[in-house]
């Protein structure tokens, strides 16, 4: 970064609390030397630098003296004023052996360094010592001569955003875990497709441990053809309104074969923040062994006959669009369906 020379009074324009202890400040004290006494890069380098909104400290010469405007001074804390003019390893010392590489980097290749959340340690508060997070890019400014002057540090703290994320993602990883532990079967299906992101041990063990992740329902559980749960997935994605299902038959294909299951469940959407359904919840329970055996028989036969001919159909009436007080009634069966028996299965 090459800084060309301005107006000797260009300093002396500026405006802020820094720049009016910048004037007042006594140079004699710092490495820097009287103001008169610097460079023009360095001068015009400080007059960029106070007025600018963004987080800017610089560090010039051997010793890296600091200088820094408004909006960095926060974020150094009790460093703040006495770092001002002074090398920057009597105020930066706990994170010395960390930032003192980088800014030497820069000034003997000339390489700009850049990174984001960078974390630093640092003691800002009464010395207690925390780490922190920034954006930052590093970039060396040349005196007129070409030779190596100061690092013009433009930083952004992203201390907040970095904790926050960090909570939300181990609140997620709790979450996660909770519903993977859960005794209720649980899982969520993406899109219109209805793509498997996750199950839980409960949901596993109903299927039967089988690999459904990034697959379609369709795809992953092809032995519920013809059973009405596809089409009720594709109402309750279209429509937007939550599913439940009380008793509900089910054929399932499982490590000895295929069972009838009764099962409560609710199919619930889940919605963007403009409203629009982007995938479904699934959660339930197995209550074939709660069913007298009488109520088991009878949802059995009910799903091997008739119901597998309505593949489009809700489970007679064991079933109802949450909030609906009046159950899906099962059509009469027309007489000129055949008859046909009800095939046998662990409930019965």
Known sequence: MSVAGGPKDALRAQAGAMAERIHTFDWTTSPLGPI?????????SVSLMLPAQAQI????????????????????????PRALGRPARENWSELWADLEPLLRGVRETGQTYFAKDRAFYIERSGGLGETVYFDVSYSLVREADGAPGGIFCIVSETTERVRAQRQISADHD??????????????????????????NDAYQQLIGNRPVIGKTIREALPDLAGQGFYELLDAVYRSGAPFVGRAAPVVLDRKQGPENRLLDFIYQPIRAPDGSVTGIFVEGTDVTSSRPRRNRCAAAKSACGWQRRMPGLAFGTSMQMAGSTSPIRRPTRPSSWPRTRASRSSIC
């Open 36 to 44: 008169a006494d610097w460079s023009p890069a360095l001068r015009n």
């Open 174 to 199: 709790r979450l996660s875990e909770m519903f993977r532990q859960a005794p209720s079967f649980m899982a969520q299906l993406d899109g219109p497709e209805h793509r498997y992101t996750f199950t």
């Open 57 to 80: 400290v610089l560090f010039w010469g051997p010793q890296y003296a600091a200088l820094y405007n408004d909006a960095y001074a926060p974020t150094i804390g009790d460093k703040h």
